[in-house]
T-cell receptor, first 111, second 115 residues
Framework: AQSVTQLDSQVPVFEEAPVELRCNYSSSVSVYLFWYVQYPNQGLQLLLK??????LVKGINGFEAEFNKSQTSFHLRKPSVHISDTAEYFCALYNFNKFYFGSGTKLNVKP | KAGVTQTPRYLIKTRGQQVTLSCSPISGHRSVSWYQQTPGQGLQFLFEYFSETQRNKGNFPGRFSGRQFSNSRSEMNVSTLELGDSALYLCASSQMGQGETGELFFGEGSRLTVL
């Protein structure tokens, strides 16, 4: 069975501080992993994806994520957040033509 | 390239009515998926269509249905609306074929309010 767990439903952080949003997955086969961001009243847009190769993946807006197969994790990081990063972030797993989304993490960046 | 277009963006219905939502995928994308997003349940997968065939289906009652046309445009229909159907309905398209990695491109959603 495939599943994605986002460990934090909300993450408050001050502007210019680093942030890590945690994602763990469960799958018995190789997977493709994604992070999506959703700004208020909008659809989701892709931040980054891991398909194969280097385990450190860089995405848009200064975000990066590290694939850790032994810990079945795909945590999202940014060294210095901005107010405009306030949004909801979704981790997703893809295989066998299906996507499995986590429950989302709301990142609230405070001035 | 135009993105995924969903219409209408907002709509209000009353219990017992039915609603049809439309989605135009990115040109060349053959896969269209639908998701329901609510504050309590998060993103829930409804169904996916690929080349006019329903390829995957989530755990929703039969009141929720969909279809895809030969030009890849898709519609979803909800009959006998209930208050709990109030949600943001998101459509996503992809070039997904068998064995591809399939990045999803989302529309801005149709926000349905059931009174």
């Amino acid at each position: 069975a495939q599943s994605v767990t986002q460990l934090d439903s909300q993450v408050p952080v001050f502007e210019e501080a680093p942030v890590e949003l945690r994602c763990n997955y469960s799958s018995s086969v190789s997977v493709y992993l994604f992070w999506y961001v959703q700004y208020p009243n909008q659809g989701l847009q892709l931040l980054l994806k891991y398909l194969s190769g280097s385990t450190l993946v860089k995405g848009i807006n200064g975000f990066e994520a590290e694939f850790n197969k032994s810990q079945t994790s795909f945590h999202l990081r940014k060294p210095s957040v901005h107010i405009s990063d306030t949004a909801e972030y979704f981790c997703a797993l893809y295989n066998f033509n299906k996507f499995y989304f986590g429950s989302g993490t709301k990142l609230n960046v405070k001035p | 390239k135009a993105g995924v277009t969903q219409t209408p963006r907002y709509l209000i219905k009353t219990r017992g009515q039915q609603v049809t939502l439309s989605c135009s995928p990115i040109s060349g994308h053959r896969s269209v998926s639908w998701y329901q997003q609510t504050p309590g349940q998060g993103l829930q997968f409804l169904f996916e269509y690929f080349s006019e065939t329903q390829r995957n289906k989530g755990n929703f009652p039969g009141r929720f249905s969909g279809r895809q046309f030969s030009n890849s445009r898709s519609e979803m229909n909800v009959s006998t609306l209930e208050l709990g159907d109030s949600a943001l309905y998101l459509c996503a398209s992809s070039q997904m074929g068998q064995g591809e990695t399939g990045e999803l491109f989302f529309g801005e959603g149709s926000r349905l309010t059931v009174l």
